[in-house]
């Protein structure tokens, strides 16, 4: 009896193990549905696709819903909102539950904590509570535009997305000082303003700070007209802030600029270290010429100066030959060579 018992005992923990891992098959099937799909993997693409239906249905709706010209088809918009956000929790709750696939080195809780506090989480988040209790931030939804180009970008790491965060974050100082340049001249600006103004027209110009808003359409020289200055010194200060305005706007452009273009750099500095001769990717420093390769009868130097790469030795049958300029190059040698 015990040995019959041992043996249904295996059995069920075999059933169990067998059943969870069944279940763990199918979790990891619904994560990579889920996630951005591959080309080759036809249910996530078409999941993806489904979501962005789903998200321009969503936000369609959102826009015609405020025509009166269309009131007759309130009814069909509010099933189509109802709809759309439905899958918005259910796609939600689904990427709480394969959180621990997203981060596979912490824990199932702590995982899907991650996944909550996230990006894409707050996100998510977002563009579903305005629906069920706060429907005066319904614009929320607009975030979920974002997800399209995330959904269907070429390169994860090298998105444009990516791209603008590295500049962003690689220039927050420079950025910083430059905004912090800008918040002095707008203080001062209106501290300056309401010295000159505020005998002249003391309604527009109370306090110190009354003139922020005509500063801020000064310095961006938008020029709304609502408040301005009517005296000399306050005309001629306006035209003095102005020009320091485009300047001071300028300065965080620039950086920015500066930042895309040193990405760009980066990326074509990498690009290039990653080829090899004739612009071959490469792992390895050596290079099997071919029967029907280009370098063929090309002499030592020819090949240094067409791929700008030192040619540190050539093996021809198991023998090691030195790269003079002269030598040529034959099918089935091995070139083992350096960048320049």
Known sequence: MSGKKKTETAKEIKVDNASKSAEQARKKRIFDIIQIGKRGDLPSRAFDIFIVVAILLNITTLILETFEELDEYTGLFKVVEFVT????????????????????????????????????????????????????????????????????????????????????????????????????????????????????????????????WWTVATIFTVGYGDIYPVTFVGRFLAVVITFLGVGAVAIPTGIISAGFVEQYTKAQNASEKKKGLGGRKRSTENVIVEDDSEYIDMTVREVEEKYNVSIAIIIRNDILVLPEDNVRVEAGDTIVYQNV
């Open 85 to 212: 956000v439905l899958i918005f929790c259910v796609e939600y709750f689904l990427r709480i539950w394969t959180a621990e696939y997203l981060y596979p080195k912490l824990t199932p809780k702590k995982a899907r904590l991650r996944f909550l506090v996230s990006y894409d989480g707050i996100v998510d988040l977002l563009t579903i509570l305005p629906f069920f209790f706060l429907s005066g931030f319904a614009a929320f939804r607009l975030l979920r535009v974002v997800r399209i180009f995330h959904l269907f970008r070429i390169n994860a790491k090298d998105d444009s997305f990516s791209v603008i965060t590295k500049v962003l974050l690689e220039k927050k100082n420079q950025i910083f000082s430059s905004i912090f340049i800008i918040l002095v001249l707008m203080l001062a600006s209106s501290l300056c303003i309401y010295s000159v103004e505020q005998n002249a027209q003391p309604e527009a110009f109370k306090n110190a700070l009354s003139g922020i």
